[in-house]
């Protein structure tokens, strides 16, 4: 049973007891108003003490129904049996309560949280509205404003600041035992929320969460819907608002944008160490960090953050100062933004040695090199590990494109080596590919998914291939943006095309931020393999050549005067139609739908061609890796996702019209011929159960 009750003496107790997060589904649905029903039958009851798991009071309604239609009871209906009730209940919020767990909460007549707990509705992280009376009971507890906060952003708080609201009425480390014997005067002069006045109409906080959410959640439906509802509270009674509440709850979660944002939540969780992978992972409690520069000193605080002993190596004397600013600089903005205390920056300081001397890191177990990106460095920064680190310590190196297997082949036992390719900045970037080269141990693998988990990022499963996952569909991205930019559009109109598509910024102007040098001197290194059929698009180049290196050189394929906003450089036309000229190219207008058309395929035929090489296992770890490593909109639910949606018909039809164009580009990859002909989506076909 996911609901247990019993009672001793006039107390009654109810448990949820669903693991492992008490999600709310079915079962517990009606084991709740089994409880009600209980409740009122038993004599002399003075109270109900609802409880949970000490991981989760209640994770809120179970996701997982949503595909499906409502089956009842209903949330609301539950929920509004035991506002009712004639035996008064306490919550007793023993771990996170949050949606439908903080709805459950709201309709008792008094809460007590254990310290540090989370509380919130985080339904619109969901795309879906709060649809069990959250966004009538909450404003009516705790004021429109407060209320319109924690229910547009969807961020939780702690039982601390829940206090502060008047979210909950205290806190106590035994939250169960407090309950238990709490004055029964108290909670019997404690007013059921629903019963509470409609709070204080405030125009000011409804504008001020409508900007916030128009700038923070553009183009999602649901943060929008929310405030409405919120709104909605100050002027309507509580039955009529939950109605449309439950109404705007049900027509969201069948839309486009819940399901994307539900696939993502599950493949998220879904991420962790393959099934097949059964070694035990190698311990990485003191971790080298090779390089000192942007990636590294994030690297290191990235470990430095989950508590681990980092020793950042460089070459000499000045670079190691230079690393060592470059960590600070990274603490001194923890803390300014609050993220770290003073005492925290403390210990993150005294758990870091930067040295040049590889023999401080003689005990380290684990090493991820982010040394500069040339196969010299890396094979001799491999070797220097192999001769100063134990035998056993796993070797990781945080490549982008070179090959793990030709590093790998410099050491005596290449099985220890790993590719462990983070995303810049690597403390706050969610994503690491994992990348296993062909002679990757097993116990090199398991401890880049324990690494991941310990830091609390995505792990995703990679092969070797120039720019793993997310590099490889990156370069197709770019290089049809190029092919846009020089048949007749310029990167403002690009840029802003992706932008509505749901991007925070287009391929230029992230360029822009990470410099033009970096993917300058990647085609530098492809130039001797590269197809001499396939058209080479030389603006970059000349850019390059010109010192328009990015918004570090003050300007790239923007100017940014005075540091200022991006704004449109006239010499990126005249390059873009000089070359037009030079490769007798008639130049024409692109409309946003087409740009939009040409990026997205690009990917998504590049996406299809990693899955049918097995570079990538599953069409979701594509969708994990566009989402959290490469500004994909969570709300579309990732590349493969997206793809699902056109359909795969669709799909083949633009790239069959496109191949007419250029054939090397375009041509469609066999499995998207197989997906539109047997109507089955990427998703499944893809789906990494073999
Ligand atoms: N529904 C279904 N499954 C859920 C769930 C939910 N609401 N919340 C968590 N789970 C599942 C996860 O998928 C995972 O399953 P798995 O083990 O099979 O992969 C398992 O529970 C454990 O979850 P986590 O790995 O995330 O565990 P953590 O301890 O790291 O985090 C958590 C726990 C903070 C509760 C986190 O899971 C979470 O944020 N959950 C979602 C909370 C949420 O958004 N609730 C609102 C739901 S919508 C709603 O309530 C509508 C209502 O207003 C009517």
Redesign the pocket.
Known sequence: MSVDVWREGAVGFVKLNNP??N???LDTRKGLIDAVEWAEAQDGLSRIVLHGLD??FA????????DAPPVAPH??DVLNRIEACDVPWVAAITG?A??????LALTCRYRIAKPGV?IG???V??G?????G?TQRLPRLIGLKAALDLIST?K?VSAERAEELGLIDGRADDPVETAHHLDLGTIELSPRVGNLERPKPNETAVEQARTLVRSKSTNQIAPARAIDLVTLSTTTDLPDGMAQERAA?VEL?QGEQARALRHI??A???A?VPRSLTADPGAFDHVAVVGGGTMGAGIAYAFLNAGLRVTLLETDAEATARAQDNVERIIAASLKRGLISDGGATDRRQRLDVSFDYASASDATLAVEAAFESMDVKKSVFTALQKHLPKNAVLATNTSYLDVNEIAATLDDPSRVVGLHFFAPAHIMKLLEIVQGERTSDRALATGFALAKHLKKVPVLSGVCDGFIGNRILAHYREVADTVLLEGSTPWEIDEAMVEFGYAMGPYETQDLSGLDIAHANRRRLDATRDPNRRYIKIADRMVELGKLGKKTGAGWYRYPGGAGKVEDPIVADLAIEEAHFAKITRREYSPSEIRERLMCAMINEAVGILEEGIAASASDIDLVTVFGYGFPRWRGGLMHYADQIGAKNILATLEKLAKEDALVWSPRQAIRDCAQTGTSFAQHFSGKK
Request: with cysteine; aromatic share 8%; proline share 11%.
């Open positions: 492992p997060v999600a709310i589904g991981r989760a994770a809120g309604a179970d996701a997982r129904e949503f949330l609301p996170v949050l949606g439908g767990g903080c709805e989370q509705l985080p339904e992280t969901l879906v509205v709060p649809g069990a959250g969807g939780p709850f979660r939540f599950f998220e969780r879904g962790r």
